[in-house]
């Protein structure tokens, strides 16, 4: 055995004997849940006064929770439920207090049947995941929450991403088919505008108190973040301008804290890969365009087939522009000759001019591009259209499909046409 071989045989013998920088690393997730919430303190003594009474053995009211991501929702309720949990084992109150992300479980059955196995200790009596009638596993929940008695507190996270309202609807109404015990629902959601969209009867029961989370600031952004330094980093391995750039440049997109922590931890990996003593600013620059290439590449690969032709045409415009060092960018009316030729060549029907119009609109709602209206005066209005990422990665992925693929190969003729 050489000794190349011996090396590469212990690659992470080598990476352990780096101590690195982390003494928690899951402090420094989203998921970890601290002590204290700063800056939380208004939203968690509202959310503690409404779910009151469930210490009394009365029935709490409904509420909807709304905010912008990052700005602390489910962390203040997930805080306030284990302090509701631990006052009701003080004082020999029953309390439930269950909690379901309804990203993933997003259907009437699997809704219901995830509360209920919650109230269900011995897995053999379990719901399974498909095979009963809606209306069994319905009343199998009744009778579980009859016989736990007290109150359950059944938190509905991403509640708009739920498919019908009939599961609201049934859970609005399990009160009056109740006598031992009582439920109070916890929305939360970040579409402000989501109950315009519900069933009336459904709108009326649950939508009986609404809390508003506004964003944090850069000044609150860094104390989360310091918080989190304390107890996920070793002392003194962070430059004092760090935790002050993440802020601000979470600030920037919404006071989200969420992506702040995210810019952190990225950083402070990024740091203890090359081995570096300190995490600098300059970690927290390569931090911020890996995590922006990776959600890109995300979005990007999940588009539907017109989206990422229509992103296609505006690469293709944009390579040709830089090859012909043709000034200014991409407009609306060269992106749609494109386009058409692209899906003349895909045989895949184009749309119109107006349906792409809108497409480009998404596209820059998502980040991908950046389509400023320009006024041409008596010509009407175009847009200026650029990618705001990586061309080459977004190319990259736009090729992990064969037809796309041979789309690179495409020559341009005259001002905007493809062959």
Known sequence: MTRKEVVDSDIFGRLLEFEGLFVNREAMRPTFMPEILPHREKEINNL???LV????DETPSNVFIYGKTGTGKTAVTKFVGKEL????????KKVNFIYINCEVVDTQYRLLQNITNHLIDDWS???PFTGWPTDEVYAKLKQMIEKEGGVTVIILDEVDKLKGDEALYNLSRINSDLKNAKVSIVGISNDLKFTEFLDPRVKSSLGEENMIFP????GEL???LNQRVEIALKPGCIEEDVVPLCSALAAQEHGDARRALDLLRMAAELAERSKARKITR?????AQNKIEIDRIIEVVRTLP?????ILLAVLLKEKHNKKTGTAGAVTTGEVYEIYKDLCKKTRTDSLTQRRVADLISELDMLGIITARVISKGRYGRTRDIKTSSSSGEIMKILQEDEVFKELMNYKFRGQARLI
């Open 125 to 127: 009596e379990r719901i």
């Open 215 to 218: 964003p944090y600031d850069a």
């Open 53 to 56: 009474p469930a210490l009394r």
């Open 222 to 224: 860094q104390d989360i």
């Open 282 to 286: 300059k970690h927290v620059r390569l």
């Open 305 to 309: 087939t017109q989206s990422k032709l």
């Open 85 to 92: 949990l631990k006052k009701g084992r003080e004082t020999g």
């Open 48 to 50: 503690a006064s409404v």
